[in-house]
């Protein structure tokens, strides 16, 4: 079975969508699989690249930032780049295969490219278009956790419009509603891009501005005092859930620069969590991946206080997967190696579009 491994994108999770994809294309089992990378470059382009029957094939993550020629080679050796043929996307349709996307953000997990998949009829790994639209909306997603009894900080949703026409007003719901610190994001961004915290009403005005430059749609937050743990979901209808991990700052804020310029942020896994906390991050864990239709794999987000008391605070539905990010780390501590965790990703794709397909033919034969 042939896997195309779709990976790059125009997000700004870019370069960790190419570690990603060189971590994933030393795991494969190519007793069963042969890969064929699908390079998405910043501006949008499709490169396909040569065909890999082994994992020593690929030795240096640069050999995946394809650039486009009229042939498909890799580079011969790591100080130059590889060339690829530029392709349609329709171009991967093809039977006896299974696509792996590991894109992140806006055209990566937000539905648009699962949305391609499903009208190919290609079997893909992770979450469908529902899932993945209101997992990567914060302020649908809330309403769906809401809806599902999740307990969750105050919030304040805004649209732009909104803003435009009376900003009193807006900052009249936030300041009644919501205490001092507050942070502020896109509605529709990953990897903490346009996020800021406001300690008072002139930072609050600033940080709204700057998250109106990403999405026509913010969120403004209650800060409070927590630790921030993530759990690792992985399946379809049968659901596991991982140990709990925690990340460990040593910034008061953890943003994009902390995330993947200064990496300030210390993994401690297991978190050091009572029994019962334990207990309920699982079943709350549970619950939001069914809020979503979850299908696959995610990580959850969620705050626990000094107090014990638990709020979700989102739902990653294609998380970093390089294998020193938190969700395959998540999983190497359960049990489960990141081989393992890349063949278990492809099986319960196969078998989510298998499911499809028998209820397609049971419509066509009524």
Not at 41 to 66: E, F, H, P, Y
Not at 72 to 93: H, M, R, T, W, Y
Not at 306 to 328: H, K, L, R
Request: hydrophobic letters at 40%.
């Amino acid at each position: 079975m042939k896997i195309f491994l779709v990976y790059g994108g125009k997000s700004a999770e870019h370069d960790i969508s190419i570690l990603t994809a060189f971590s994933i294309i030393k795991e494969v089992y190519y007793d069963y699989y042969e890969v064929e990378p699908i390079y998405i470059t910043r501006s949008g382009q499709w490169v396909k690249g040569a065909i890999v029957k082994q994992a020593s094939d690929i030795k240096n993550s640069d050999v995946l930032k394809l650039t486009i020629s009229d042939k498909v080679q890799f580079a011969a050796n790591e100080n130059q780049s590889s060339e690829g043929v530029l392709i349609q996307p329709s171009d991967i349709k093809e039977e006896n295969a299974v696509i792996f996307p590991v894109l992140h953000g806006p055209n990566g997990e937000d539905g648009t490219v699962q949305g391609l998949f499903e009208v190919m009829g290609m079997p893909y790994v992770g979450a469908g278009v529902l899932a993945s639209a209101c997992g990567m909306d914060k302020i649908i997603s809330k309403q769906l956790f809401q809806q599902a009894g999740l307990p969750q900080v105050p919030y304040v949703p805004i649209r732009k419009v909104e803003w435009i026409n009376d900003k009193e007003i807006v900052l009249k719901q936030c300041e009644g509603t919501l205490f001092y610190p507050m942070y502020i994001k896109p509605a529709n961004l990953g990897s903490s891009v346009g996020i800021s915290k406001a300690k008072d009403q002139d930072e609050l005005i600033a940080a709204i501005e700057l998250a109106l430059r990403y999405d026509r749609r913010v969120v403004v937050e209650q800060g409070i005092e927590a630790r921030e743990i993530e759990v690792a979901v992985l399946g379809n209808d049968d659901i596991h859930i991982s140990v709990p991990g925690e990340l460990v700052k040593s910034v008061d804020f953890y943003d994009y620069e902390s995330k993947y310029i200064n990496n300030n942020v210390v993994l401690q896994i297991p978190a050091l969590i009572s029994e019962d906390a334990n207990a309920r991050l699982r079943e709350f864990a549970v619950r939001a991946f069914q809020a979503l239709d979850g299908s696959g794999l995610s990580r959850c987000d969620f705050f626990l206080t000094s107090n014990d008391e638990i709020f979700i605070n989102e739902v990653n539905t294609m998380p970093g997967f390089t294998q020193f990010s938190m969700y395959p780390t998540l999983w190497k501590n359960t049990g489960l190696n990141y081989g393992d965790l890349v063949e278990e990703l492809i099986q319960l794709a196969l078998r989510r579009h298998q499911e499809r397909l028998s209820f397609q033919n049971e419509n066509y034969e009524q």
